[in-house]
């Protein structure tokens, strides 16, 4: 079993900076990939990053790829996503999620779901 637990978002200015963070725990977390995806209102379900625990490996989106990062912190068995420059666009509510089948980004191949933190941008 994995438990993940978002945490930061809020209310953002356009073009300023935030940090998300996903605080992983349980018997077999470090052998998944960790990735984040966005839903708003009203849109699909949308993949944003994924991170090996090594932090050798990540993968993006390209409509975020040169403006959100993502990390791991192994000691705080954190995984984050820098936000930087974000657009009134990216307002959504933000999850972590946890796969050991693919390097994919269907969040059908994702097995465990945070609850989310909600993200909004503001112009």
Request: aromatic share 12%.
């Given at each position: 079993?994995?438990?993940?637990?978002?945490?930061?978002?809020?209310?953002?200015?356009?073009?300023?900076?935030?940090?998300l963070?996903?605080?992983?725990?349980?018997?077999?977390?470090?052998?998944?990939?960790?990735?984040w995806?966005?839903?708003?209102?009203?849109?699909?379900?949308?993949?944003?990053?994924?991170?090996?625990?090594?932090?050798?490996?990540?993968?993006?989106?390209?409509?975020?790829?040169?403006?959100?990062?993502?990390?791991?912190?192994?000691?705080?068995?954190?995984?984050y996503?820098?936000?930087?420059?974000?657009?009134?666009?990216?307002?959504?509510?933000?999850?972590?999620?946890?796969?050991?089948?693919?390097?994919?980004?269907?969040?059908?191949?994702?097995?465990?779901?945070?609850?989310?933190?909600?993200?909004?941008?503001?112009?």
């Amino acid at each position: 079993q994995v438990q993940l637990v978002e945490s930061g978002g809020g209310l953002v200015q356009a073009g300023g900076s935030s940090r998300l963070a996903c605080a992983a725990s349980g018997r077999t977390f470090r052998r998944h990939l960790l990735g984040w995806f966005r839903q708003a209102p009203g849109k699909e379900r949308e993949f944003q990053a994924a991170i090996s625990w090594s932090g050798t490996w990540t993968n993006y989106a390209a409509s975020v790829k040169g403006r959100f990062t993502i990390s791991v912190d192994n000691a705080k068995d954190t995984v984050y996503l820098h936000m930087n420059s974000p657009k009134p666009e990216d307002t959504a509510r933000y999850c972590c999620a946890a796969t050991i089948s693919s390097r994919s980004q269907d969040y059908r191949d994702y097995n465990y779901w945070g609850q989310g933190t909600q993200v909004t941008v503001s112009s």
